[in-house]
């Protein structure tokens, strides 16, 4: 700043000795000549003219310190260089992290889908309609994934294909736990544990009927949920003592998050089926392949287990609904508190950095063919009841 100054202190010290020593003779003429071009009658009038004009520009010296001072708020105050400033960095010296070569950033999840229109017949009437609640979609969407869905009736090969594209799966709440849906959710099961012996990282997570369906399959038992009293209410999770939360679902939420999941009713049910706490400790299949997370308490005062997490494969269990609080509205006990908003937030971020570390690199051609965006959902919250939206197939 001082040195832009100093120039400007100069120039004007020009002027003034210019001003001093007066015009010379080749001034003298070319004023001669403007006066006669400027229309002056004599050179008293051009000369009287001329001063002011003179005069004013004097009164002007100001613009150039200004001119100055401006050029060095603008580099030194506004534009700081170096350090970590907003616009002192070069491209060569971005303090942006490389991307995880390890990490796939464009992850697709393929959710099963489920026999009937989701509505009991009012929305379609076909007898293969089959449908994903679109609170599903932008529940897997919110965290940075894209859907495929496995339409659970189309022949294996094109199920097998699409399982091909996908970086991890979702079992969906609903009813039907026998036919050919079943046996396709029971394959899709054994295709995720093989993908995961084999080296990929290949997350599931089932919910609700989606986590009784697994415990059936691991069981070899088609009955072995009990009945509980969970329809239509939110609840507390509770932790076991000791319970280790270590590489689990519940691992990065805030600590007074946690504690807020334990007093307060964040967590939606809705299911007239579960699973005792006592019951899954003492089925050898299950217990060795499921720990307990959390339990909470039905209607009656019956306590089941709400969440379970596999021991050696990405495979988490949920007899609640994390999708419900941000994305449906149907049910009346649905929470919609800020806490219970980012309760779905946090299981659904965990879900797709999961996703983020399968080795699966599809196509990205066959991808886009087969994405849930070639389809579109149906509104069906007008009655009440039931799904905002559904992706209806048939």
């Keep these: 700043m001082a040195r832009l100054t100093t120039k400007a202190w100069r120039w004007i010290e020009r002027i003034e000795r210019k ?14 000549k403007g006066s006669a071009l400027c229309g002056f ?13 003179r005069r004013a520009i004097w009164k002007l010296w100001w613009i150039p310190f200004l001119i100055s001072f401006s050029g060095v708020l603008g580099q030194e105050i506004l534009l700081p260089r170096g350090g970590n400033g907003v616009f002192g960095a070069t491209a060569a ?25 989701g509505a009991s017949g009012r929305l379609s009437n076909a007898t293969n309609a089959s449908n994903i609640p679109a609170s599903y979609v932008k529940f897997v969407e919110s965290a940075g994934a894209r859907i495929i869905p496995l339409i659970y009736n189309e022949p294996w090969e094109v ?71 969970g329809e239509d209410q939110a609840s507390t999770l509770e932790f076991p003592d000791h319970v280790n939360m270590q590489g689990s679902v519940f691992e990065r939420f805030p600590s007074e998050l946690l504690k807020k999941l334990s007093t307060d009713c964040l967590a939606m049910q809705n299911h007239m089926f579960g699973i005792s706490p006592k019951s899954l400790q003492e089925n050898d299949a299950l217990s060795s392949f499921f720990r307990i997370l959390t339990t909470s308490t039905d209607a009656n005062g019956e306590v089941y287990v709400s969440t ?46 999961e996703a983020r570390k399968s080795s699966n690199r599809p196509s990205a051609r066959k991808v886009l063919d087969n994405l849930i965006y070639n389809y579109s959902p149906t509104y069906g919250g007008k009655a009440g009841k039931g799904y905002d939206e559904v992706y209806i197939f048939t």
């Design 308 to 353: 379970a997490q596999a021991y050696n494969y990405p495979v988490t269990g949920f007899q609640w609904h994390p999708e419900k609080n941000a994305f449906e509205w149907g049910l009346p006990m649905i929470p919609h508190s800020e806490d219970a908003i980012r309760v779905t937030q946090h299981i659904a971020n965990y879900f797709i950095s």
């Design 159 to 229: 199920i097998l294909d699409k399982l091909s594209l996908v970086n991890g799966v979702l079992f969906t709440g609903g009813w039907c736990k026998r036919g050919l849906y079943f046996e396709t959710v029971k394959k899709i099961f054994q295709i995720t544990l093989d993908r995961n012996d084999a080296g990929d990282h290949f997350p599931l997570f089932g919910i609700c009927l989606g986590f009784e369906l697994i415990s059936m399959i691991i069981t070899k038992d088609n009955n072995f949920c009990e009945r509980f009293s």
């Design 19 to 32: 001003r001093e020593q007066g015009v010379g003779e080749d001034e003298r003429e070319g004023e001669e």
């Design 41 to 53: 009658q004599d050179s008293r009038t051009a000369l009287g003219f001329q001063m002011v004009c």
């Design 93 to 117: 010296e971005s303090s942006c992290p490389s991307p995880d070569p390890s990490l796939y950033y464009r992850p697709v999840i393929g959710i099963v889908t489920h026999p009937g229109d």
